[in-house]
């Protein structure tokens, strides 16, 4: 084991009133937009740790547009490894068939019980289909949902019956986005500083965005 990585935060079960951050997202690739919305989350909501779920197969897009789950997960395990309060699951990743998010709620409930709060946590454009989204109304009974928007960001673009129940955060690193990183690969424009070094060394390495 690698002594200079941070030792992970483990989860004390026995414990009541867990709260738990659950950061779901395709991160094809992982930016640092994704990882300040996490931390700030977890300090603002008082979260024990933020576990990221790279989503398998997301339900509204084709597979063949995005990249190998394998590059995606590999990616969010270096960008969370420096983060003691960070934790990656790969349980969408070996659930066959859509991601949807209700069946990775369920098994983190399975797992943690109803004593622990469950934050569910996405960027906010990602809600506004949520009237689509499997099996919404029992989603909605079993966490709480976190939106990060941009500074600027059309509230009014969010249904109405649901702005009640999510909380949003505003976080200004969310002008970058994944789609512009890989614009800016293909056209070789510089990603330094809008994800971690080791990122833009594993999509070069890789080959990736090209
Ligand atoms: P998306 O439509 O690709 O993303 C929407 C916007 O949110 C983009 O601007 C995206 O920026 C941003 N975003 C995505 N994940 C984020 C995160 N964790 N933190 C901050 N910003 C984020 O949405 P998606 O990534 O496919 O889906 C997001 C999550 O919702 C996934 O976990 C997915 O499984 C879930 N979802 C579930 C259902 C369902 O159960 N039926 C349907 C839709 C989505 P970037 O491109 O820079 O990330």
């Not at 990882?35 to 300090?43: G, K, Q, V, W």
Request: proline share 4%; with cysteine.
């Amino acid at each position: 084991m690698n002594n200079n990585k941070p030792e992970k935060i483990k989860t004390d079960k026995s414990k009541k009133d867990l709260r738990l951050g659950v950061m779901g997202g395709v991160f094809d690739p992982i930016h640092i937009g994704h990882l300040f919305t996490a931390e700030e989350a977890r300090t603002k909501f008082n979260l024990c740790k933020v576990i990221f779920v790279p989503c398998l197969q997301p339900t509204h897009k084709r597979n063949d547009q995005i990249t190998n789950i394998k590059h995606r997960l590999k990616m969010t395990y270096l960008a969370t490894q420096g983060n003691p309060y960070f934790e990656v699951s790969e349980i969408e990743v070996h659930r066959p068939g859509p991601s949807y998010t209700i069946d990775t709620i369920k098994e983190f409930r399975k797992i943690h019980g109803w004593q622990t709060d469950i934050f569910f946590i996405t960027g906010a454009d990602a809600f506004l289909e949520i009237d689509t989204w499997y099996k919404r109304d029992e989603l909605l009974t079993l966490c709480q949902f976190v939106a990060a928007t941009r500074p600027g960001y059309d509230l009014n673009k969010l249904h109405d019956n649901f702005k009640k129940v999510l909380k949003i955060m505003e976080i200004p690193a969310l002008a970058i986005s994944s789609t512009d990183i890989r614009y800016r690969v293909k056209n070789n424009l510089s990603i330094k500083y809008i994800v971690l070094e080791e990122i833009r060394e594993y999509i070069y390495k890789h080959k990736l965005y090209i």
